[in-house]
């Protein structure tokens, strides 16, 4: 068959190594089904189909409609049902399934095979009308819902309604002829909204969910979701049709999710969640509050209702068993979906869990460490990115809290920020620059780009594995569920708990790892960097051939920067160290001065500040190199823009405001950053890089005298294209230091080098390094140069560039390897024709992206230099590349 892939029943079609074409879901199925494990039958339609049905103005081909009737006799002959057979009703889930897991994202329909007449056998063969009534029901509600795309609120309110009536509280009182009742209303509901009756053809049932499952591939959420995990557009979905087994026929069924180790903190403990008597999608909406799997569980959280070890400790037993067996054989931590049907255990899913970087790191280190994969392999299993999560700060436990509630600690680290109660508010109130916290009863997938915007998450309803749970681990944000003490009035917009009141705009404090719920803002302290995570970073330092070092130019980032373990400092940008409000008035006098003797005084203001900087630097940073970058914006950067800033500024620089404003106006350019900028002011105005590498030497000769150890000052010139501009400047650097050597009678090693930022000098770069004794790739201008992008205004049209595929990625974050890598790799080349080892490294904001790195590998660059925060991921990174 083409499209078709049979499991279950001694069948397997495909396998783990299948999931391009399966789909995560499909490919485990059948993997599960040939490792002997209890799948219950099933076929997947490949993400194949899913392409073609697009290409085809969604159609579906008679080849596949063969196909899927074999699928369909496949699933027959192993349970000994028919599919719409009024006496032996086979019944089937349709479910999605894409090549990564997009949790919640996509369509499933349950019961499908249910009609007017099959719903009378399934009654008889399960013994139970109760059971097949609801059955129905639901049916009629997911279809009418995901199929159908109908108002799902009309039926919701029948089922209130339904209760109401009868006096019901919870839907386990409803009786069979209640929910008889009820399918009777839903099926007029159906036919009232679609203008057609509920269809009863299991077949046209089929097809209508396969359709709405590939449907869903291109529905609004799933695209965003996709445009926040980098999912490419043509990998389509899969379809899985799977025979049906209830957890929800009576006390001995029950339905769960797991995991085989903490998602959460890591822990090598059964995790996870089930309900008795209740069917899969009951434990993952979070509508019932589940129960915990194993008992150490449930006393640790000190919870009632018995664990699954101790309700059905036969089955549990054979469930743990299942685990172990997953775990080895796919060797990774899974996340399981199972079913017990009157005491006989089903796996619907298996597939690698989703975990906090926390829990990531200590699995792969405690994996490493248990001999289930090796290093390398512990190192490649840790996204680097989701470090991010690790090294910022958690709250402080000495500070004082007052805790509102508490709910279930669902995805860890801190946030404060303003309370909202819906998602698109928490994203106009990020825009602006607010920090927000998403407060909801429970979330569904429509509230995905706000829970990207809020900086934590809240809710009240929904366990572990809830939506919310799940999205915001996978997100990094901080999210406390499930905290049932919190009713919400998304009218009046405020939450309450018992007599309290929280309103829109009030702040919040998270705390994900423990639940807290608290009042205002909570201070907090830096994160713990021992443990698992030196032990990771460990082995990632012993395979790594990348130097990592830091952007960094205040005492403070280059002593976080080696905390974090950086080498050295990759970029000072020295005019960062002039915005300093005490020192702009020298800076301003000195862009004022209309000769070089009134910029000279100015600048004998900034020298000893300027050395006092670099002294406080080279002092954290004794005996790793420093790449000193001399002065690179436009002047104007640092004039007054606003009116009442002009009369301020005449006064402190003693000139009169109109003056100030003409010079000002001559100052003033259309396109600063391609201006008077970089290497060019030093061209025009030398003093300038000059009484900077003064500064530069007197520091480093005072911190080598002092600690004994002398730092390596690498000087670099910014936005050289030619050759003699970095001639020129390097006669500058070069007689400063001279006059400073002789002047205190020592020396020290330093490197005069250049920053390669223009296509000119990547080009040319063979010449360059014949007077640069080091390049290190400045990306972000080489990025907006080569692709005539400005760097300031990409932003409003990037998005639709990278949504239509121009580039994959926004390029100022991820560097643009076809293009501008091409420019990297052939300056590299050129340069070390010129001067063999040539130190080679990268300060743009691409040194910290994991992609970018992996290229700066392949290049042979000597060091990625990132900012201090970034450091341990391009460590990690790094050696990623280096396997
Ligand atoms: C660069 O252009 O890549 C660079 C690091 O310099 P800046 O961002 O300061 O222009
Ligand atoms: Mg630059």
Redesign the pocket.
Known sequence: MTYVYRFGGGVSDGGKGDKNLLGGKGANLAEMASIGLPVPPGFTISTAMCTRYYEDGEQFPQELRDEVADGIAHIEAVTEKRFGDPENPLLVSVRSGARVSMPGMMDTVLNLGLNDETVEGLAKKAGDERFAWDSYRRFIQMYADVVLELDHGAFEEALEIAKEDNGFTLDTEMSAEDWKTLVTTYKRLVEEQWGKPFPQDVHDQLWGAVGAVFGSWQSERAKVYRRLNDIPADWGTAVNVQAMVFGNMGDTSATGVAFTRDPSKGDRAYYGEFLINAQGEDVVAGIRTPQYLTKAAREEANAKPASMEEAMPEVYAELAAVFDQLETHYRDMQDIEFTVEQAKLWMLQTRSGKRTAKAALKIAVDMANEGLITREEAIARVDPAALDQLLHPTLDPDAKRDVLTKGLPASPGAASGKVVFDADAAERAAAAGEAVILVRVETSPEDIHGMHAAKGILTARGGMTSHAAVVARGMGRPCVSGAGSLSIDNKAKLLRVGSREVREGDILTLDGSTGEVMVGAVATVQPELAGDFATLMEWADQVRRLKVRA?AETPLDCRTAREFGAEGVG?C?T?HMFFDSARITAVRQMILASDEAGRRAALAKLLPEQRADFTAIFEVMAGLPVTV?LL??PLHEFLPQQEAEFAEVATAAGVDVDTLKRRANELHEFNPMLGHR?CRLGVTYPEIYEIQARAIFEAALDVAEKSGEAPIPEVMI??VATRRELELMKAVVDKAAQAVFAERGKTVEYLVGT?I?LPRAALKAGEIAEVGEFF?????????TTLGVS?DDAARFLGVYVEKGIYAKDPFVSLDVDGVGELVSLAAERGRATRPGIKLG??????GDPASIAFCETVGLDYV?ASPYRVPIARLAAAQAAL
């Open positions: 952007n970029l940008r005019e970058r690179d914006p970089g910014p936005l920053m930022e290190s790739f400045g990306t972000n201008d080489l990025t907006q760097r990268i300060c743009g904001e691409h040194g230099s």
